[in-house]
C-alpha cells in the first residue's frame, strides 16, 4: 500500500484511512492528533517543554521584587486583519468585567495598530471601537483592483480605510494622546520600512505632541503602513530627509517583520528604568488570530501553495514572538498574560474576510472569554500537550486525543 498508512480510534475499532493521494486532513483527521507513538514518547520524553515552563517558573523567584509605586501594565496588541475584532472584544470584555487597567505602554502592530490609539485612550472610547470591528464591512476598509493589481503593487486601495481613520483621528483624540504623553503613558506602533526591510518603531504620542501642522497626516500615513498587507495595500509613502536630503521612504505592516513588539514603561532620565524596574509589571499580550492555523486541504496550484506558506510561517513567527516575549517576563519579573482565539472556534479563513457577522462573533467571543475567566494563560506556546512538536520514526500512525501521549489503536505493523 503507497501513502500513509493511518490508524484512529473509532468505538472499539480502528478506521483506516484508504491509500492514494487523500491526505490526513483531507480525510478529517487533526493533523496535531495525529502521532507516530513510540517517537512521540520518546520526543516528548527527552524535550519536554513544559518541565521547561516550570522550571523558568521557579527562576522567577530569583528575580528583583517590583520597585514601590503603582503597579505598571502593558499592552502588546497584534497583527491579523479582521481578527483585531477579537482584540477589540477582550479589551471591551475587561472594561465590563472592571478588570481592565489603565496602560501605561499600548504598542500595535497592522490591525493592532488600528486598536491602539483608542484602547491607549481608555475605555470611553470602546464604543468606537466596537463600533469599528462590527459594523464595518470589506468596502468600509478596501476596493479590489485586481486588473490593475497585476501591474502596479497592489490588488486593493485602502482608500476606504483611509476615510475611516479620518474619523477616528480627530483633533480631540490626538491632543488627548499628546496630553497622556505628556504624563509619561506611551503610545507605538509598529511598520516596516519596505526598501530597508527595517522594523521601524514609531512613538505616536511624540509626534502628536510635536505641534507641527502635519502631525496628524504622519500619524495617518503611519497607521495606514503598519495595516498595508503587502501586495494587497499599497505601501504608505512617508517624506523623510537624511543628511538635509528630502526623499520618500515606504512603509508596509509592521507584521512582516514582527507579529507583536513591547516597549517598558517610560522612565526619565536619571530616574529609574531598566531591567530591573520591570519587575511586577503586567503585561497584556491579544492575538488577533489563533497560535496555530486552522488545518485545511491546499490546491495543488502554484499561487496557493505559496500563500500557504506564507502563512504557514507567519503563524511560527508569532509563536516565536510570544516565546520570547514570555522570556522577557521571566528574567525581569513581569507577569504575562496571553490572549488568543481558541482553536474550537469557528474563525474566517482569512484574516481579509471583513464580514460583520464573523467579525461580531469574533468580538464577542472575545468578551465571553474574558466574563468566564478564561481569556489570559500563563505560558507561552509550546508548553501544552497538543503544541508539542511531533516525532516520528516511521509512517505508521495512529490518533491520539492530547497528541504526544497515549492512542486507543496499538500502531500498524
Not at 191 to 196: A, L, M
Not at 350 to 368: C, H, I, L, Q, Y
Request: proline content about 9%; overall charge neutral.
Amino acid at each position: 500500500m503507497t501513502g500513509v498508512v493511518l490508524v484512529v480510534a473509532l468505538g472499539s475499532g480502528c478506521q483506516q484511512l484508504g491509500s492514494g493521494d487523500l491526505s490526513p486532513v483531507a480525510a478529517g483527521f487533526h493533523p496535531r492528533e495525529v502521532v507516530d507513538p513510540p517517537a512521540q514518547a520518546e520526543g516528548d520524553r527527552l524535550g519536554n517543554t513544559a518541565d521547561l515552563f516550570r522550571l523558568a517558573e521557579r527562576l522567577r523567584q530569583h528575580v528583583p521584587a517590583p520597585p514601590p509605586g503603582p503597579r505598571k501594565s502593558v499592552l502588546c496588541l497584534s497583527g491579523g486583519g479582521a481578527y483585531g475584532a477579537y482584540s477589540a472584544g477582550v479589551l471591551y470584555g475587561m472594561t465590563q468585567a472592571g478588570t481592565r487597567p489603565t496602560f501605561d505602554v499600548v504598542s500595535g502592530i497592522s490591525t493592532g495598530s488600528l486598536v491602539a490609539p483608542l484602547a491607549f485612550l481608555g475605555p470611553e472610547y470602546d464604543e468606537e471601537i466596537k463600533t469599528f470591528y462590527t459594523t464595518l464591512d470589506k468596502g468600509d476598509i478596501f476596493q479590489l483592483q485586481v486588473v490593475r493589481g497585476l501591474f502596479t503593487e497592489s490588488f486593493a486601495s485602502n482608500a476606504p480605510l483611509a476615510r475611516q481613520l479620518d474619523k477616528i483621528l480627530t483633533p480631540c483624540v490626538l491632543c488627548r494622546i499628546a496630553e497622556e504623553h505628556r504624563k509619561g503613558r506611551r503610545l507605538y506602533v509598529g511598520t516596516t520600512e519596505r526598501d530597508g526591510r527595517n522594523f521601524i518603531v514609531w512613538d505616536i504620542g511624540a509626534i502628536a505632541s510635536r505641534g507641527q501642522a502635519d502631525d496628524r497626516d504622519l500619524i495617518k500615513r503611519v497607521l495606514l503602513g503598519s495595516a498595508a498587507i503587502p501586495g494587497f495595500f499599497p505601501a504608505s509613502k512617508i517624506p523623510v530627509t537624511v543628511d538635509g536630503q528630502g526623499g520618500v521612504e515606504h512603509h508596509i505592516d509592521g507584521g512582516t517583520s514582527v507579529s507583536v513588539f513591547f516597549r517598558p514603561p517610560y522612565a526619565p532620565p536619571g530616574q529609574g528604568g531598566g531591567p530591573e524596574a520591570l519587575a511586577g509589571t503586567d503585561l497584556y499580550v491579544i492575538i488577533a488570530g489563533k497560535l496555530f492555523a486552522d488545518p485545511e486541504v491546499v490546491k495543488p496550484q502554484a499561487l496557493s501553495i505559496a500563500m500557504n506558506s506564507v502563512s504557514t510561517v507567519a503563524y511560527a513567527q508569532t509563536r516565536g514572538d510570544l516565546q520570547r516575549l514570555y522570556f522577557i517576563s521571566m528574567l525581569t519579573g513581569m507577569n504575562y498574560h496571553q490572549a488568543a482565539i481558541p482553536e474550537e472556534f469557528p474563525a474566517p479563513k482569512s484574516n481579509t474576510d471583513f464580514d460583520p457577522v464573523k467579525m461580531s462573533a469574533m468580538f464577542e467571543e472575545g468578551v465571553r472569554q474574558v466574563r468566564q475567566g478564561t481569556a489570559w494563560r500563563r505560558s507561552p506556546p509550546g508548553v501544552e500537550p497538543r503544541e508539542s512538536p511531533q516525532e516520528r520514526w516511521g509512517t505508521g500512525l495512529a490518533t491520539s486525543p492530547r497528541g504526544p501521549a497515549g492512542t486507543t489503536c496499538p500502531p500498524p505493523p
